[in-house]
């Protein structure tokens, strides 16, 4: 990674002479809000632990989430559950038999248990207890003069409200390297204890997909014990099934005291001391906790360094001069979807679509979606953001080789859908979709370029071996036509085909070409001969289907066009996500128009516009890149917070893949040429420090 940094120093500045004003870009775009979004909080987080808090700078009102990649728990089985052992169920392909992770309806209790464990639990929630002068509890419809300003170059939120006529002033930040928030408050409500502050913990739930994380219905279930508290510190032992963290607390100012929950509840009160300023760090661990804790100023100094720090690192790109009046929303669009992914996609594994906000999918995360949730960083020069996700990869080598092997294939075969230990969980589509397996390949292509060294080879060189070898076992010969067939059984990458039914997807063929293209490379490159299969693969590997001059999802499909033009067309991917192997320009063009034309587009998911912008910008349609990165739809819209709508809300791939093409339209991609080769000319774009797209 060092190598990959020292590469980057230095890039050349496109389409600028002077160095782009990074602090006046990304301050127009600070966020104000004056009431809370039920739907939309404002974080502070690391990119590993997240917290999101309604208008008070907590969760006072609204309970948000305190989520972290470490946070993951399994029910406990039952008796029965504990004697099966899943084995996955056979189907007969080719010829042969392989186990596929399905559900076995002659093992329910296990096919359920894996469908929903592990799944991501809510850490707690922290919030302010408000009261009254006649005693009673106050109700957002009570604040007055409220607002709520993140501050994006510092990550610091500041949030002012009064309570009958007494202001308060909230200040909100993350730790930089600890899943630690501070929050300091200055009012005189705090000298006349009508503002304490309570910590409450939920148990976990299985909920499939859901915004409001945590049980806070089940005490019984779990245990919250104080283990020491003084009248400046806390700490917090949290207990729930094979589950165990601590939570520790350090306050500043005027002496004050916890007081523990009551045999029903798992609720703190911390009533502050008396004096009008009051600051607190609670941090979440799941070890002991290392003490001492920082204070609120030494927190809030470490997290405006670390934004400072990322805002200057990697690319930038000031649209300004733009003559197009939609600058300002493209450019805000960007601004916040950096912050976004920073803040909830930059832990130790791979975010889940919804990030650190809420959980879908139980919380877990999708290896398909890792091209367009790391890609960016990679793109635009933060490569260091991308490493620890990445390493998955390398994790999970060893049981990806064994689903391959339980398959009665060759190499690896990566999950589908996963959380922090490599169990799939047994779903026909989990079983079928293949569009995740070049991945790596291409990932790890991208980071060769950034540093073309010996040290990358070796760290990747493996896995984009493993992955080939499965890639080209995988395929199977079709003795008839002399050609080598994907599916079926197989689902693509709309999802809306019949699997077993579905042979030779247009897009998985093109990315397999691109796979095994690429690692032949990787072959020459370390010094190894080709490996003759891989490359009998490569020429007899079936072509793209077309029928009537375009491009259609997979070969044999009845009408497509009609019957087919929904979700994901990911017939634009194979010449814009990837560099085109295999694939006609004039057909795709008429295929590109097709979508166009007759796609339906409130039917489709985020990601899907900026594949389009891709796809565009590639074939010199600048103009019409630009509008999908802008087009009005419901699955493409950008809240106050760059919250993003296309599918589960939030969804990050459709900011992901926001960047993604921005860095491509700026910094271009293999065989373009000038600056900013995929805006307009009427869009005076000023772009540095992004690495060209393959």
């Given at each position: 990674m060092k190598q990959i940094l020292l590469a980057l120093f230095g890039t050349a500045l496109f389409g600028c002479r002077t160095p782009i004003d990074r602090e006046t870009v990304v301050m127009r775009h600070d966020i104000v809000t004056c009431a809370t979004d039920p739907r939309s909080p404002a974080q502070v987080g690391n990119g590993g632990f997240a917290f999101g808090m309604d208008i008070t700078g907590l969760q006072t009102f609204e309970p948000f989430n305190t989520l972290s990649d470490w946070s993951w728990h399994s029910f406990p089985q039952d008796q029965t559950t504990r004697q099966q052992h899943y084995r996955g169920v056979p189907v007969a392909v080719g010829g042969r038999c392989i186990y596929l992770d399905l559900p076995d309806e002659t093992q329910p209790g296990i096919s359920d248990w894996l469908a929903k464990n592990p799944h991501r639990f809510n850490l707690g929630r922290l919030g302010f207890r408000l009261l009254k002068t006649d005693g009673s509890e106050a109700t957002e419809n009570d604040l007055h003069d409220v607002s709520q300003h993140t501050e994006l170059w510092s990550g610091i939120v500041t949030s002012r409200?009064?309570?009958?006529?007494?202001?308060?002033?909230?200040?909100?930040?993350?730790?930089?390297?600890?899943?630690?928030?501070?929050?300091?408050?200055?009012?005189?409500?705090?000298?006349?204890?009508?503002?304490?502050?309570?910590?409450?913990?939920?148990?976990?739930?299985d909920r499939y997909i859901t915004e409001r994380v945590g049980d806070y219905d089940r005490p019984e279930r779990h245990n919250s014990m104080l283990l020491a508290a003084?009248?400046?510190?806390?700490?917090?032992?949290?207990?729930?099934?094979?589950?165990?963290?601590?939570?520790?607390?350090?306050?500043?100012?005027?002496?004050?005291?916890?007081?523990?929950?009551?045999?029903?509840?798992?609720?703190?009160?911390?009533?502050?001391?008396?004096?009008?300023?009051?600051?607190?760090?609670?941090?979440?661990?799941?070890?002991?906790?290392?003490?001492?804790?920082?204070?609120?100023?030494e927190l809030s100094d470490g997290s405006a360094r670390m934004w400072r720090e990322y805002w200057l690192s990697g690319a930038a790109i000031d649209l300004s001069e733009s003559e197009d009046s939609r600058w300002r929303e493209l450019e805000r669009r960007i601004i916040l979807s950096q912050r976004l992914l920073r803040l909830n996609g930059a832990g130790r594994w791979p975010p889940q679509e919804s990030g650190l906000v809420n959980n879908g999918w139980h919380g877990r995360f999708h290896f398909e979606m890792i091209w367009w949730h790391e890609l960016h960083f990679l793109l635009w020069g933060r490569p260091e953001?991308?490493?620890?996700?990445?390493?998955?990869?390398?994790?999970?080598?060893?049981?990806?080789?064994?689903?391959?092997?339980?398959?009665?294939?060759?190499?690896?075969?990566?999950?589908?859908?996963?959380?922090?230990?490599?169990?799939?969980?047994?779903?026909?589509?989990?079983?079928?979709?293949?569009?995740?397996?070049?991945?790596?390949?291409?990932?790890?292509?991208?980071?060769?370029?950034?540093?073309?060294?010996?040290?990358?080879?070796?760290?990747?060189?493996?896995?984009?071996?493993?992955?080939?070898?499965?890639?080209?076992?995988?395929?199977?010969?079709?003795?008839?036509?002399?050609v080598y067939v994907l599916g079926p059984p197989l689902c693509p990458v709309s999802e809306n085909t019949p699997i077993f039914e579905t042979r030779n997807p247009t897009f998985e063929l093109a990315y397999w070409r691109y796979g095994l293209q690429t690692a032949q490379i990787w072959r020459e490159r370390s010094g190894l001969p080709r490996n003759s299969h891989w490359d009998d693969v490569l020429e007899r590997l079936a072509p793209l289907p077309i029928e009537a001059g375009t491009y259609v999802t997979c070969e044999g499909i009845p009408d497509m066009w009609s019957r087919y033009n929904f979700e994901h067309p990911a017939l634009a991917g194979i010449y814009g996500m990837l560099p085109g192997a295999g694939v006609d320009r004039s057909t795709f063009e008429r295929t590109l128009d097709r979508i166009f034309d007759t796609w339906k587009f409130d039917r489709v998911w985020g990601w899907d516009f900026p594949m389009l912008a891709m796809a565009a910008a590639r074939c010199g349609r600048p103009g019409q890149a630009v509008e999908m990165l802008l087009y009005d739809s419901e699955n493409f819209q950008f809240d106050v917070h760059g919250l993003a709508t296309g599918g589960p809300f939030p969804y990050f791939p459709s900011n992901g893949g926001l960047l993604t093409a921005v860095a491509m339209m700026a910094g271009g991609w293999e065989g373009s040429e000038g600056p900013a080769p995929g805006f307009p000319e009427r869009w005076h774009v000023k772009a540095e420090g992004f690495q060209k797209m393959q």
């Open positions: 409200f009064s309570l009958e006529g007494i202001p308060v002033e909230v200040r909100t930040a993350c730790h930089p390297d600890r899943d630690a928030i501070g929050v300091e408050i200055t009012s005189p409500l705090l000298k006349e204890g009508r503002l304490q502050l309570f910590l409450d913990f939920p148990y976990a739930d003084t009248d400046t510190t806390a700490s917090i032992r949290r207990s729930m099934d094979t589950v165990v963290y601590q939570v520790a607390l350090r306050w500043d100012g005027a002496p004050g005291r916890i007081v523990p929950p009551g045999n029903e509840s798992h609720r703190f009160i911390l009533q502050p001391g008396c004096s009008n300023r009051f600051s607190m760090v609670c941090e979440f661990s799941p070890d002991t906790v290392v003490m001492p804790l920082p204070t609120m100023a953001l991308a490493e620890k996700a990445l390493g998955i990869y390398r994790t999970f080598l060893p049981t990806s080789q064994q689903r391959a092997a339980r398959q009665g294939m060759r190499g690896a075969r990566w999950p589908k859908c996963t959380a922090d230990r490599d169990a799939e969980w047994p779903h026909l589509i989990h079983a079928t979709l293949i569009w995740q397996q070049p991945h790596p390949i291409y990932l790890a292509e991208t980071l060769y370029r950034l540093a073309p060294t010996e040290e990358t080879l070796s760290e990747w060189r493996d896995v984009v071996f493993a992955t080939a070898e499965y890639m080209a076992d995988v395929v199977r010969p079709d003795t008839l036509r002399g």
